[in-house]
């Protein structure tokens, strides 16, 4: 076992695509011993990479990549001659959430011009139940390779949780799929090299294909479940964040989650998207999770209605009110801004009118003010859409100095009691 382990660790990893899956991934690679390489077409990103140092706010890379060597590029010709090729290249959908393919058919043609006969290819890109079979092993084939003898194609659904001080790609448990019995034991054998956490092998590459469709799907109707319940609750004077704690008491058949100005991320509101189209060219159409995703889409919408509501109390309108965003990043304590449903927050209230003072302590570049000191001296509503760890300590009596009129909170992570008791007007997702 520990000669076969030996000389796994000699062959050659090629990780296409040095983002938020494929940098910690070559990461964990090299560490592991494997000769890595990390090919991504963002030169700038590269160069810092290059460094030992993180193109995004992650500890867990922080402390990985100065440990470790990864031989980046932009160059396709040295992607020639490795034993295992990871493609994990982003699948978004466009403006009508119609999925979108183009990086991973693109990063397939580049695997396929390069490799080897007898290599590994693992998409680990999130697709619904049928891309590998009906996009990817074409693209194999028409370069000349025979599937389970020349080539050897398996999915593995990646997992990441940024900011997650506990699990991340060294420790998950991951499913892995192949079209054949050879295929599914190679990525079988790779990924127990490198991952502490359960490998299990699926029954066909596109059960493992659905995997990951089925998890964020899970999250998104969930989500989307409170989310309404939270609007009902509102008409009724209930605060939602109670009775979820109330349930939660519950110790089966319950399972906790919250509702907030909106749902960001990569994943989860993106997934359910590539289901939904999979499934319409089968006759099917998925009523549960479109509905999901209109809940989950309209929280951004619901979150300012509140901000004009409470303006309003005050004889104030959105129009020139000098209003205060507390984050941009869709989750806390991170820089990732994708999907955020602060970003659509803020251009809604730009079209609207508002004076926008901004400030994310991971997002600089995007920040209208340096400090968080800044933004309350000049803001006279606040809009908490990140609850980042900064945001959450903030004393009410600083709110009081600053003379700050209305606080949407939409993580709701402040202490609304507190709040109100000081004199100032508060609103919470459900609150």
């Not at 609007?231 to 008491?249: E, P, W, Y």
């Not at 400030?359 to 400090?371: A, E, G």
Request: charged share 25%; aromatic share 8%; proline share 5%.
């Amino acid at each position: 076992m520990e000669k076969n382990m030996s000389e796994q660790k000699k062959q050659k990893v090629c990780v296409i695509g040095m983002g938020y899956v494929g940098l910690p991934l070559a990461a964990v690679c090299a560490k592991k011993g494997y000769d890595v390489t990390g090919f991504d077409t963002d030169t700038k990103k590269l160069a810092i990479i290059a460094k030992g140092k993180s193109p995004f706010k992650e500890e867990f890379l922080e402390k990985l990549l100065p440990q470790v060597k990864i031989n980046v590029t932009a160059n396709e010709k040295k992607l020639k001659g490795h034993d295992i090729y990871l493609i994990c290249v982003p699948t978004p959908v466009d403006a009508k959430y119609f999925p979108i393919l183009t990086p991973v058919i693109e990063a397939s043609r580049t695997v396929a011009a390069n490799m080897k006969k007898g290599a590994l290819v693992v998409l680990e890109s999130t697709v619904n139940p049928g891309v590998s079979a009906e996009i990817v092993k074409p693209i194999f084939e028409k370069a000349g390779f025979q599937v389970g003898k020349d080539v050897f194609i398996a999915h593995c659904p990646e997992r990441v949780n940024p900011g997650d001080p506990k699990w991340n790609v060294g420790n998950l448990p991951r499913v892995v799929g192949s079209f054949d019995e050879k295929g599914l034991q190679m990525a079988k054998s790779f990924y127990e090299s490198i991952v502490s956490g359960e490998v299990m092998g699926m029954d066909s590459i596109e059960e493992a294909e659905a995997v990951k469709i089925l998890e964020n799907a899970f999250r998104d109707v969930n989500i989307a479940f409170v989310n309404e319940a939270a609007k009902s609750f509102s008409h009724l004077n209930i605060d939602i964040t109670n009775v979820i704690r109330g349930a939660s008491t519950k110790p089966y058949s319950f399972m906790a989650h919250w509702p907030s100005c909106g749902v960001g991320g990569h994943c989860i509101p993106v997934d359910p998207y590539y289901m939904i189209e999979k499934a319409k060219e089968h006759n099917f159409d998925h009523k549960f999770l479109r509905t999901a995703r209109t809940i989950n889409n309209s929280m951004p919408e619901y979150t300012i209605d509140l901000l004009q509501h409470r303006l309003n109390q005050i004889e104030k309108s959105v129009k020139g009110a000098k209003i205060g965003i507390m984050g941009l990043s869709y989750k806390a304590n991170v820089s990732d801004l994708r999907e955020s449903p602060a970003l659509k927050i803020v251009e809604k209230l730009r079209k609207m009118g508002a004076d926008l003072i901004i400030f994310d302590p991971f997002v600089p570049q995007l920040s209208t003010v340096k400090s968080l000191d800044e933004l309350l001296e000049k803001s006279d509503a606040l809009l908490l859409t990140t609850n980042h760890t900064e945001f959450m300590k903030i004393p009410v009596k600083t709110f009081v100095k600053n003379n700050i009129k209305i606080i949407v909170d939409g993580k709701n992570c402040l202490d609304k009691k507190a709040i109100q008791a000081a004199g100032i007007v508060y609103a919470g997702i459900g609150r």
